[in-house]
């Protein structure tokens, strides 16, 4: 795992991070927390829970759910 933390880079998945937290006040850290914890391993389901259960956007939840199953974490 690489452990990442802001500024977030200005391209790829990473790059909505500010917009996530901005728009649903919650960290990357505590998103990826969200995602280890529903219990789900597929990316697409992990997709639909997060725009069912939070609201989030598809593009947002895949691209966070997108990088954390790559391996990434965001430091807390």
Partial sequence: MTEHSPP???????????????????????WQKIIADCGIEKHMSIVAFLKSEYGMGHGHANALVGWTLAGNTAAP
Avoid: H, L, T
């Fill in 8 to 30: 977030w880079p200005k391209q790829g998945p990473a790059s909505y991070f500010p917009s996530i937290e901005r728009n649903y006040g919650r960290s990357i850290a505590d």
